[in-house]
């Protein structure tokens, strides 16, 4: 495939990542900007909590759309991860440790708070050093930016002045938004105390934008005159989102909807500073399984360990994919089809025409961690012998038993090789600590009917004469031959394989009852029917 040919499709696709790159090929036609520089992504973090599943689909989304960007250019890009560490500490977490020396540190900047942690210099540096290595866990391909290190540093002084001495403008744009109480106090720039170190929410006077400097009253009631500069303030929210903007060149970064009405004000704003709003996608917000909005003070919903945990990484940003402008449910009940779904559009990329593979969400993912075109990536087309699903049956009926170790060792013996690839022994793991928290404890094996019963000592029959080494495939046969004869009375082949799975597996769902035989093995697979016909 040529790089003319990628272009060419990449530019025609209606995935979702290609139909936002080409509102960015709009604005840059060549693929970069005016002065030749790439375009520029950004995502933004939070530090004041540590990075989540939010982060993830965030920084996961964009490079989406920044790869797809790539294939339809050719066009070199950069990402930007920008930690606002510069935002004052207004709560104190319940989950942190030395809460009393934390409180003695609300409304600083997070980056001058003590780290509760005892391992960094400050609480945003331990959450920035999170941030980077959780970013770097996935392969994801980045600059970080600490607002910190551009405040203090003076790389911002010029856009702070830029401010100030819009400062008017920007008034008329905030003021008809807020409460009347807030906007008593409110100023585009929050100058940071001399005498306590808190980020002030106070009136602010501009008294000399080009050098700099403003006045304010203090928490002593003394009134300051001293400079904005160097670190010395931090703009608020919305301001402070369109100076990156402009001070950065930022050319696409994408939020979610709780974040709409700051998309609008900060537009508005970045206009004013002689810049333009990027491009971006407003993404929906997960829900958790009752559809409430997942909040992390309430901790409901999914948390990116729980989700390693219980599934894989590809499947976590597998179900991510589809869709980012409606909500998804994060539950763990999503995660074993997210699983073997991943598989399912992996192992059919190579085999795609390259239309369909620009739709693929294997495609994407293979793009994020490596510049590699979808079926040419590293593994692209790989399998994986067994499903998910699967595995958590096996898991299932060896119970409280299970152990990576010995579901690896039927799976060894199905196979006829060692099952030693990084990607299914994933899966074994996270099948067996499914299995433990959520299937076991629900599992109940119900006796047969008479019917039911019959047909279960058909079937043992046939499996006593069966070899030990018959293909799944003819076990299957001999499952179906025996739910379709008459005497047994099932209305349809669906009775049959739901009185399987209730009386031997304790569940109303199931895997194919020949794989199932063939992985657990005939000899074991006649002891759970013998079992089930003592329930009888």
């Known amino acids: 495939m040529t790089d003319s040919t990628l272009m060419e499709t990449a530019r025609n696709s209606k995935a979702w990542p290609f139909q936002e790159a080409q509102r960015l090929l709009k604005r840059y036609p060549d693929g970069v900007k005016p002065d030749g520089s790439p375009v520029l992504f950004e995502t933004g973090y939070g530090p004041s909590g540590l990075p989540h599943i939010g982060t993830f689909q965030e920084v996961l989304r964009t490079t989406f759309v920044r790869r797809a960007f790539e294939a339809m250019t050719g066009a070199p890009t950069r990402l930007i991860a920008f930690s606002d560490d510069m935002d004052g500490f207004r709560k104190v977490p319940t989950n942190l440790p030395n809460q009393e020396m934390l409180a003695e540190h609300l409304n600083k900047p997070l980056c001058r708070i003590p780290d509760p942690f ?6 945003a540096a331990h959450n920035n050093a999170m941030l980077r290595e959780f970013l770097d866990r996935f392969g994801f391909e980045y600059e970080f930016v600490a ?3 551009r405040y203090n540093a003076g790389a911002f002084d010029d856009a702070l002045k830029n401010v100030l001495a819009h400062n008017q403008a920007i008034l008329d744009i905030m003021l008809p938004t807020l409460r009347a109480e807030r906007a008593a106090t409110y100023s585009p720039i929050m100058p940071i105390s001399p005498t306590t170190g808190a980020v002030l929410q106070v009136p602010v006077d501009v008294v000399d934008a080009a050098a700099g400097t403003i006045r304010f009253t203090d928490e002593d009631s003394s009134v300051i005159e001293q400079s904005a500069l160097g670190g010395q303030a931090k703009l608020q929210w919305k301001v402070d989102f369109a100076m990156r903007w402009v001070a950065l060149g930022v050319d696409y970064e994408m939020y979610g909807k709780d974040l709409t009405d700051t998309g609008i004000q900060s537009g508005k704003i970045a206009k004013v500073l002689g810049g333009r709003k990027p491009e971006g996608l407003i993404y929906e917000l997960f829900l958790d399984e009752n559809g409430e909005k997942i909040s992390k003070s309430k901790g409901n919903g999914l948390t990116i360990e729980q989700w390693l945990e219980y599934g894989t990484e590809e499947s976590l940003g597998f179900y991510i994919f589809p869709n980012p402008k409606s909500a998804k449910q ?6 074993p089809r997210a699983v073997d779904d991943y598989w399912q559009f992996r192992e059919r990329l190579t085999e795609q025409p390259l239309d369909k593979q620009l739709g693929n969400p294997a495609w994407h993912l293979l793009r994020a961690k490596e510049k590699h075109d979808g079926p040419d990536a590293p593994g692209a087309g790989d399998t994986v012998p067994v499903t998910f699903g699967l595995l958590l049956n096996l898991a299932s009926v060896l119970g409280a038993e299970a152990t990576s170790e010995n579901v690896a060792e039927y799976l060894d013996s199905y196979i006829g090789e060692p099952t030693n690839s990084p990607e299914l022994k994933q899966m074994i793991d996270a099948a067996v600590a499914y299995t433990r928290d959520f299937i076991v404890p629900t ?14 000592r058909a079937l043992d029959a046939e499996l006593a004469s069966a070899p030990a080494d018959m293909s799944a495939e003819d076990l299957q046969t001999k499952v179906y031959e025996i739910g379709k004869q008459e005497q047994f009375g099932f209305e349809n082949l669906r009775d049959w394989f739901k009185a399987l799975y209730q009386t031997l597996l304790g569940s109303d769902q199931g895997p194919r009852m020949g794989s199932f035989i063939a992985l657990y093995g005939v000899e074991n697979s006649r002891k759970l029917i013998a079992e089930a016909l003592e329930r009888a």
């Open 147 to 149: 607002s910190s290190d």
């Open 118 to 123: 005892e391992k960094y210099e400050s609480f």
């Open 443 to 456: 599992l109940s094996k119900r006796a047969p009917a008479e019917n039911e019963a019959a047909a279960l």
């Open 330 to 335: 994060l539950h763990v009940g999503v995660i």
